[in-house]
Every structure is written in structure tokens, then in C-alpha cells.
């Protein structure tokens, strides 16, 4: 009895064994009965039939990278070029990704690489270089469509190497050290003209300031000038109005009669120091009617009150 017992217990937790299954988070289990697609297991506790039901598949629900293998490509402009990538997928129906497809992880593998070589052979060599981007968002659009049907929803793809061969990067590198040193003698040239721009343009301004300085000290020259000419003016008009005014004081006449008859002698005496020869009046009477001429004519140049 002990041993029926006994055998009954171990058949009894096989059984509770075989019934209760855990499903850990961000995880889902297909489950077969006699054979047959029953139920997918949600994360949590689950129940089972004892051997009627098994576990046939476990998948993973969560972002899945899957490195790509690296290949050869051709270009359109018949260039080699050997090209490596990594994909991003996750499984979003497990009954499809059990049943869709025999292996839906090479299935996308092949397809990701048979799409890459389709979009690089429409490409020249440098357009693979600059359109990345473009190749990558052709792969994952190509992979969805055709991943519906295996259950699988392909995140992105991104193109880890392009490495073409070694002649053609021989020739890119000296094709970019060219575009390099040309660009180098283009600034140099640029920069000696624009060198020379400023020159100019420095001699110009200069050669304009220091004409308009020129033309400001003629300017302030000439109003110096007529401002002095102004000033002498104004001092000598004063001068003769008060030799004018002192003239109509009594005694005022005979004394301007004496100071001309004073200049006339020393005009004479000038002559007698610088020539040999003295020159005298004939008539002494002539200096008195010199007098009397040089009295008019200033008698006739002072204003009357």
C-alpha cells in the first residue's frame, strides 16, 4: 500500500508540474494540443492539460538585434563594395512567428540582404556614401511587408560598414586629398584677394581724408586770411577816423600840414642816403603846393559830422 501511495504522489506532482505554467514578463509561449495551434500563454500563472497540451514554442516579445552578414554589392557604376549591417525586430503575433515561416530569423536575413543588394545596384558608388538613410529606410520597408506574414514587425536596419575595394578607396582618398588642396588654393586665392580689396579700399579712404584735410586748411587759410584782411581793414579805418577826429580839434589842421611836410623831408632825406646824386626841387614853393594838395585830397577823404 505504501508503494501506491508513493507512486501515486510522484504521479500526482508530474501532473501539477505539467499543468501549472509561469510565463515571465515580456515573454509568450504557443501552446499545441494533440497537435494543434490551442493558445498563447500571456505572461502570469497558466494552466495546462496534462498530456494533452505541450509547450511547442517560446518567444521572446521584446526588441530583438540580429546581426546581418556582411556581403558583396554591386553599384550601378559596376563597382564592388562589400556591405554589413545589424537589424532591430520584435515579434508582435507568436502564432505567426510559429507557424508563418520554418525559421523567420533567417527568413529576414535573407531577405534584408537580397533587398540591399537590390537598393545599392540602383545606386552609383558616392550616392551609397551619402544615402545611408535611404538604404536603410528601403530595407525595413521591404522586410515589413513581408514580415507580416511570420508575426514580425522589423523596427529599423541601419548599415554598420561600407568598405568598397582597396584600389577604389586608394582613388577616393586621392580624389579627396585633390578636392582638399583645391579648396585650400581657393581660399588662399580669395584671401589675397580680398587682401588686395582692402588694400584699395584703404588707399582710397586715405587718399579721400587727406584730400578733404587739404581742402579744409585752404578753406581755414582763406578765412584767416580774410579775416586778418578784415581785421587790417577795420584797424585802419579806425585809425583814420580818429586822425579824422583829432583833425577837427583846433589845431588839428596845421599839425596834419606839419607831420606831411615832416614825411616829405624825410622822403628827400631817403634819396640823399641811397643815391650819389641829389635831387632837389627847382621851386622850394613846389613842397609847399605838395602840402597843400596832399591837405585837399585828405580834407576831401574826412567824413563831416
Known amino acids: 500500500m505504501e508503494i501506491v501511495a508513493i507512486v501515486f504522489f510522484v504521479i500526482a506532482i508530474i501532473f501539477i508540474a505539467r499543468s501549472i505554467k509561469v510565463v515571465p514578463q515580456q515573454s509568450a509561449w504557443v501552446v499545441e494540443r494533440l497537435g494543434k495551434y490551442h493558445a498563447t500563454l500571456v505572461p502570469g500563472l497558466n494552466f495546462l492539460v496534462p498530456f494533452v ?29 562589400t556591405v554589413d549591417g545589424i537589424l532591430y525586430f520584435q515579434v ?43 538604404i536603410n529606410a528601403a530595407v525595413v520597408h521591404a522586410l515589413d511587408e513581408a514580415a507580416l506574414n511570420w508575426g514580425v514587425k522589423v523596427l529599423r536596419y541601419e548599415i554598420k560598414d561600407l568598405t568598397p575595394p582597396a584600389a577604389i578607396l586608394h582613388a577616393m582618398q586621392a580624389q579627396i586629398t585633390a578636392e582638399r588642396e583645391k579648396r585650400a588654393l581657393i581660399a588662399a586665392s580669395e584671401g589675397r584677394r580680398q587682401e588686395q580689396i582692402n588694400i584699395a579700399t584703404g588707399e582710397r579712404e586715405a587718399f579721400i581724408a587727406r584730400s578733404e584735410g587739404e581742402k579744409q586748411a585752404e578753406i581755414n587759410n582763406a578765412l584767416g586770411e580774410a579775416a586778418a584782411i578784415t581785421a587790417v581793414a ?72
Open 53 to 81: 497540451d505541450r509547450l511547442a514554442y517560446r518567444h521572446s516579445l521584446k526588441e530583438i538585434p540580429l546581426d546581418v552578414p556582411s556581403q558583396v554589392c554591386i553599384t550601378k557604376d559596376n563597382t564592388q563594395l
Open 92 to 134: 508582435t503575433d507568436p502564432m505567426r512567428a510559429s507557424y508563418g515561416a520554418s525559421n523567420y530569423i533567417l527568413a529576414i536575413t535573407q531577405l534584408a540582404q537580397t533587398t540591399l543588394r537590390s537598393v545599392i545596384g540602383k545606386m552609383e558608388l558616392d550616392k551609397t556614401f551619402e544615402e545611408r538613410n535611404a
Open 234 to 305: 577795420e584797424a585802419t579805418a579806425g585809425a583814420i577816423r580818429q586822425i579824422a577826429a583829432a583833425i577837427r580839434e583846433p589845431g588839428g589842421e596845421q599839425a596834419v600840414q606839419l607831420k606831411v611836410a615832416e614825411r616829405a623831408v624825410d622822403a628827400y632825406s631817403q634819396l640823399a642816403q641811397k643815391n650819389n646824386t641829389m635831387i632837389v626841387p627847382g621851386n622850394m614853393s613846389e613842397v609847399s603846393a605838395l602840402i597843400g594838395t596832399a591837405m585837399t585830397l585828405f580834407n576831401k577823404g574826412v567824413p563831416t559830422k
